[in-house]
């Protein structure tokens, strides 16, 4: 695999051609990409320090953090300590977790979630007030803080917009899509001073939003796979957007497939949160065997991969298309009062989880890889900083624990916030920035159905188990929708998401195929091992067929001496 053979993706700087000293300008302190968790959270801190914009590309609460169930993780039983709480998260970053970053998230975290209930969030309670805690799968113990049972995502997402509503520093711009950072040079992959981004708004058209520093939160890549818990808006366009600006990129081979979405032939794939496994449910096939007993000492509960191999592993050796869970035990109004979200989404379909298995079957859910940053979020070009979970700073290692990444959101968004802010950079309205794209001459494919192919290819080809000759067969298929789509000038979202799923997908193949082990969520049936020489993570920068490689912290040295992580 040379370079010159996965040029598509690195050949263009800007995804449109324009002229800046043309188009209308904004000027801020900050601007930050995403409305999610980690983008309301890093406006919040940079508003501290001066003004910010916060630029999402749909409404304000359509992200994974509105669609989110579970809760969110952090010690704060009597019983619990920062200590266990980084121990889980490493166990399950199976040895590629960076230890600053695990340390900064175990110890930091409650402090987040106390500033939460201070903006006014609401938590669940027990009757005596304290606040009410599940247990997620990877966790030794209970330490995860719901709202309205499994809506957490809605009340979080609430709580931070009425904050920043509430922040006359905060500007909140919705369905203003962020098409490409903006730099003084035009090289691809320049790797200048990113000085805020070109934006289009369906009313506003285009325009610049200039800014002393950048901060890409903007989810996710989810919707790169067929079957997906992830909501429209996490097509990688930050991942991506960053890559062309000359940004490293990192992990990007270990995407988190989680085991309980639900099957229903025709529906999209809603999550069914692991609390219900957590409150006691069972993975049950057609013939009500447990089958994951025997699997893992935690059977149901054992961290995501492993259910989720379980799972599929099982469905290849009894040729059925789902699994079932079972949740009878907790009756009818032990479910409904527990998860009334999922159980008016069950009665939807007409089932009822008092008295009939749940159909269900793994998703692709976290993107674990993404822009490769410091813990303070800094990627590797000036200006330019990422958090949340388009970032990658090794805190999930190879497998992320449940219910921590909206913690991570707020953890590493505040500190992204902070950084970006009080980096010192300039909101240069005066440079001149062209971008010149010569019309292609090549043929066009029909864009419905590349994304749809895509998808398929993805799901199909760089899924949960994955084989060398079937990643060089998906990434021949990239390669070729992205000969003729990624060097078109499309003028609406649909054709700029699929250049940046393009983008990405061709990243997280190449990172997959060059991973010749078996680690956390990245499953070779060529490589079935944990092989001691892969215990690193990889950067890809300039040079994809060349990345270089960081040592992460041995976990006995997570407590004591923190290395340091990323670029
Ligand atoms: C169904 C589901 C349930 C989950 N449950 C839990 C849970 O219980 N606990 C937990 O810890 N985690 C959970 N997760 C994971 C967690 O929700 C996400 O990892 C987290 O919310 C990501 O936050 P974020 O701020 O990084 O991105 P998101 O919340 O995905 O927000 C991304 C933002 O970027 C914007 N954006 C994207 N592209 C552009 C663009 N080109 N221009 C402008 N804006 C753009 C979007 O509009 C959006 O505002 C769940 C995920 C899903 C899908």
Not at 274 to 297: N, Q, T, W
Not at 372 to 395: I, K, M
Request: hydrophobic share 45%; with cysteine; proline share 4%.
């Amino acid at each position: 695999m040379s370079d010159a053979f996965l040029s598509a993706i690195s050949e263009r700087r800007y995804l449109i051609p324009f002229r800046s000293q043309l188009l209308p300008s904004i000027f801020t302190d900050t601007l930050v990409i995403g409305s999610g968790v980690a983008g309301l959270r890093a406006a919040l801190a940079a508003a501290e320090h001066g003004e910010a914009i916060v630029a999402a590309k749909d409404e304000l609460d359509l992200s994974n953090t509105a669609w989110a169930q579970g809760g969110i993780a952090a010690t704060i039983a009597a019983d619990d300590s920062a200590d266990a709480h980084a121990a889980d998260t490493l166990e399950a970053g199976a040895g590629l977790c960076a230890g600053q970053a695990v340390r900064a998230l175990v110890e930091e975290g409650p402090r987040e979630v106390e500033r939460l209930i201070e903006l006014g969030m609401r938590f669940d309670r027990e009757p005596g007030g304290a606040l009410s805690l599940t247990r997620e799968g990877g966790h030794g113990r209970r330490r995860i803080v719901h709202s309205d049972g499994d809506a957490t995502g809605r009340e979080l997402a609430r709580t931070l917009i009425a904050a920043c509503r509430a922040t006359p520093r905060v500007r909140l711009f919705d369905r203003c899509f962020v098409l490409d950072l903006i730099t003084a040079g035009s090289a691809p992959r320049g790797k200048d001073r990113v000085l805020g981004a070109v934006t289009y708004h369906a009313r506003h058209g285009l325009q610049l939003i200039w800014a002393r520093a950048t901060i890409v939160a903007s989810g996710g890549m989810g919707q790169l796979w067929r079957e997906t818990t992830n909501s429209r808006i996490a097509t990688g366009d930050g991942i991506a957007m960053a890559w062309r600006a000359g940004a490293e990129v990192a992990d990007l081979e270990f995407e988190q497939f989680h085991p309980t979405a639900l099957y229903v032939a025709g529906a999209g794939r809603s999550l069914i949160s692991e609390a219900v496994r957590g409150e006691g449910a069972f993975l049950v096939d057609r013939a009500g065997r447990r089958f994951m007993v025997g699997r893992h000492p935690l059977a149901e509960l054992a961290p995501r991969d492993v259910v989720s191999r379980g799972i599929v592993e099982h469905l290849a050796s009894t040729q059925e298309p789902n699994v079932f869970l079972d949740a009878r035990h907790l009756g009818a109004d032990g479910f409904r009062t527990r998860f009334p979200g999922l159980h008016r989404l069950l009665a939807g379909f007409g089932i009822d989880p008092a008295t009939v298995l749940i159909p269900v079957m793994p998703a692709a859910h976290y993107t674990i890889g993404g822009v490769s940053t410091d813990a303070d979020g800094r990627t590797s070009v000036p200006g330019l900083f990422a958090c949340g979970e388009t970032a990658a700073n090794g805190l999930h290692g190879a497998n992320r624990l449940a219910s921590n990444s909206l913690l991570e959101g707020l953890v590493f968004g505040r500190r992204a916030g902070d950084a970006a802010a009080t980096s010192g950079g300039e909101a240069r309205g005066d440079i001149r920035v062209v971008s010149d794209i010569r019309p292609s001459d090549k043929g066009e494919l029909d864009l419905v159905d590349v994304r749809s192919s895509l998808r398929s290819a993805m799901w199909r080809n760089v899924g949960i188990v994955r084989a060398g000759n079937r990643l060089a067969d998906a990434l021949d298929m990239i390669q070729f929708w992205g000969r003729y789509s990624l060097d078109k000038i499309f003028d609406a979202p649909s054709g700029w998401e699929i250049q940046n799923m393009l983008s990405c997908a061709t990243l997280a193949t190449v990172a997959a195929l060059a991973r010749e082990e078996s680690r956390g969520t990245h499953v070779r049936s060529d490589f079935p091992a944990q092989r001691p020489e892969f215990a690193l993570r990889r950067i890809y920068g300039a040079a994809l067929a060349a990345p270089r490689t960081v040592a992460v912290a041995p976990a006995h040295a997570v407590t004591t001496a923190p290395a340091e992580i990323g670029a």
